[in-house]
């Protein structure tokens, strides 16, 4: 590595003024990625701060965030949206983490067969759109189709059975388990390959003091994948909090019933686009997506800064 | 190997558990796929029954074909992938080179700030895309959706390609530029062809959030003549949410290629998911 590195520093220092190439080969991308990705985030940041006041653009300074979280009109739906958020994403942490790092470690069993089938078959449904996903569980879920009644039936649970999705109190969960039914792919690929990561040093050593089965998952492999579990949890973290499209096409843009799976995609949606009888609102469509964007800056900043940093002591 | 041999139970118990998950994972796509080629009746009377040549019926598919305009949908959202990845590939190659290959000054803050897209979602900035692509009159056109995807894309392409671009040896370039190769031939003829392995990897994480986004279609390019398949099939299925055989049949149209793909590359997708956590 040192070579190529003092190869490249002495390119570096060679006297020719200017390198065009460099500038040749930077530029294509810079320019896409800067004029349609960060241009227009900036712009959006600087629009939550004005507002439109007789027909004219003005500055308004935070009225907007006043607004947003104080002014009755909007901030029921808000402070309502940014709980379901956060519901949705404790539920995917709790139920989508285990169950991926539970299936990892199934697959990362040695010899195991059919393990190609197995990690192709699970991965499938991530690959899936909302729409597809969406609009499937739907129809599963529906009472006039009868199928989820009828598999209930098969263990006795029928009576449990009811329209989930229709009902305020179990709408999000039920939202946010097909989420997790899509998305349990990728916590366990990425832990799967963690695992097949671990040195085998390491798990001889612990078989040899006799720590084995159980005791070996929790004591040698899981402090191991950590790292991991931290990279997800930041990945489910930024996908959550941009989520829109799977409640969209379940319950549509009003996230219904009632408002119950209302989401701060959805909110950004109707508020900037504008719903039925309620017009786009540009401004703040832009406050929206300022506060979206500062809740994933806090939580991205605070997986570098903290935990990552804590969880580099377990790495080799 | 000291390995504690593993007991036909508990093989057996992993087996189970895996296969239990498998059926959860692919029952729901297995049920839309056959209760779309049977004809209403038997799709609500018996819901797990295969489709049998007394059931079987394509009433769904036809509605699908004449109602909807799922051929145009098909070839826009081809187009569109294609377009993008072939960018995203092109310009993020070409930078991620430019950064692994050269010292410069700012270097390592150009990449920083390429990175910063990986972990920050275009979608936030969507107010301002839509007034810019107003601005520029793109409104409605599938350039609009390419340039979004386009910047979407980069930062990833741009980090997993310089990662690879690092391990292409330094002899063999110089000795392209001993014998008078340009900086552009070096780039085009001796590394391009190397790291084609990892343009493999990047064009299908690059692929499939393109290919299955609702969002930006939704709100840069919903006309009829610029939908692509995710939006055709949402707004397709919004309209004939009761008719139940079309519903299933454009779900199983939407599925297919998806499986196809998938199942020409998981292979290749799978090892690229692994190999980058393993960093």
Known sequence: ?316 | MAKTTASPVRTGLVHLALISYTLIALFPVFLTVINSFKDRSSIFRDPLGLPTPSVFSLVGYETVLKQGDFTLYFQNSFIVTAVSIFFVLLFGAMAAFALSEYRFRGNTLMGLYLALGIMIPIRLGTVAILQGMVAAGLVNTLTALILVYTAQGLPLAVFILTEFMQTVSDDLKNAGRIDGLSEYSIFFRLVLPLIRPAMATVAVFTMIPIWNDLWFPLILAPSDGTKTITLGSQVFIGQFVTNWNAVLAALTLAIVPVLVLYLIFSRQLIRGITAGAVK
């Open chain 1, 1 to 316: 590595m040192s070579t190529v590195e003092q190869a490249s520093a002495d390119r570096g220092n060679d006297k020719r003024p200017w390198r065009w190439h460099i500038l040749v080969f930077l530029t294509p991308a810079l320019l896409v990625y800067t004029a349609v990705m960060i241009l227009p985030l900036i712009e959006t940041l600087r629009l939550s701060l004005f507002n439109v006041k007789d027909g004219q653009s003005v500055f308004v300074g935070f009225d907007n965030f006043a607004v947003l979280f104080g002014d009755p009109r909007w901030a029921a739906s808000f402070w309502n949206a940014l709980k379901n958020n956060f519901i949705f994403f404790i539920i995917h942490m709790v139920v989508q983490n285990p169950i991926g790092v539970a299936l990892a470690a199934l697959l990362s069993v040695p010899k195991l067969r059919f393990g190609a089938f197995y990690r192709t078959a699970l991965f499938l449904p991530t690959l899936l759109s909302f729409v597809i996903v969406g609009f499937i569980w739907k129809l599963i879920l529906s009472p006039i189709w009868g199928v989820s009644p009828f598999l209930l039936d098969l263990v006795g649970l029928k009576s449990l059975f009811s329209p989930w999705l229709g009902k305020p109190g179990s709408a999000l969960i039920a939202v946010s388990l097909i989420s997790v039914w899509q998305y349990v792919g990728i916590p366990m690929m990425l832990i799967y390959a963690a695992m097949l990561n671990i040195p085998d040093e390491v798990l001889e050593a612990a078989e040899c003091d006799g720590v084995t089965g159980w005791s070996q998952f929790w004591k040698i492999k899981l402090p191991l994948i950590l790292p991991s579990i931290g990279i997800i949890s930041i990945l489910t973290f930024v996908g959550n909090f941009n989520a829109f499209d799977l409640v969209y096409t379940v319950q549509g843009a009003l996230a219904g019933p009632d408002g119950a799976t209302d989401i701060l995609g959805t909110l950004l949606y109707r508020t900037f686009f504008g719903f039925q009888l309620q017009i786009g609102d540009k401004s703040m469509g832009a406050t929206i997506a300022t506060v979206m964007f500062l809740i994933i800056l806090s939580g991205v900043c605070l997986y570098l800064f903290a935990i990552q940093r804590r969880m580099r002591r377990y790495q080799f």
